[in-house]
């Protein structure tokens, strides 16, 4: 019978090659393959029958939740740990919608992450305190423009860039500033980001109509 296969997927020599050392520290019953890209990862889980994957969401050729969805829908019973640096609350629980089994922070402890391996591995969602107190913060109230309440309509609608800017008669260079101001008023990354904000709390566009 060959031994349990675990993917270590991050772009960060030094950080997969902790991580790596921790899970062969756990058990020698473990095969451990590591990943430094997107391309890399869907690579090895085409061609192995992987046991659990811990990953971190910022690589090359990798776009975290459209991929996440992706690995879920084709491998459903495979156990996802991520590994990051972000704790927005909003990102994570996207993630956690995804199908995340666990969400570790880069800036906690190392037996921290070793209890989380453990976790994950023995079949439990577990997931870092800082990430829960912060899941747990009631969102804070955010008084948006009403530009910036057409734009997440618009979003909300599937409209790109270009058909955005022809709505609304400006530029799509000025959509495109107008959309960075948004993300960072939101506190999100991206267009999908944004919309799935928008889609938890809906009472940010009051009962606005776009003109």
Same mark, same amino acid.
């Given at each position: 019978m060959s031994e349990p296969i675990i993917i270590v997927a991050d772009d960060h020599t030094l950080i997969r090659s902790g991580i790596v050392a921790l899970v062969r520290d756990l058990s020698d019953s473990?095969?451990? @393959?590591?990943?430094?890209?997107?391309?890399? @990862?869907?690579?090895? @889980? @085409?061609?192995?029958?992987v046991h659990c994957l811990l990953l971190d969401l910022n690589m090359p050729n990798f776009d975290p939740l459209p991929d996440l969805q992706r690995i879920r829908m084709t491998y459903p019973n495979l156990p996802i740990l991520v590994i990051t640096a972000y704790d927005d609350p909003v990102y994570v629980q996207a993630l956690l919608e995804a199908g995340v089994r666990g969400y570790h922070l880069k800036s906690q402890p190392l037996n921290e992450l070793r209890v989380t391996v453990e976790r994950v591995l023995a079949g439990e969602r577990w997931i870092a305190g800082p990430v829960i107190q912060r899941l747990l913060e009631p969102q804070a109230n955010i008084n948006l423009t009403e530009r910036q309440k057409d734009l997440l309509r618009y979003l909300r609608e599937g409209l790109d860039n270009i058909s955005i800017a022809n709505q609304l008669g400006l530029s799509v260079k000025t959509i495109e500033n107008n959309l960075t101001r948004l993300y960072r008023r939101l506190g999100v990354n991206s267009r999908l980001e944004a919309v799935h904000f928008v889609n938890k709390h809906p009472h940010i566009l009051g009962n606005h109509e776009i003109h």
């Open positions: 473990y095969e451990v @393959l590591e990943a430094c890209s997107g391309l890399e @990862l869907f690579d090895i @889980l @085409l061609n192995q029958s």
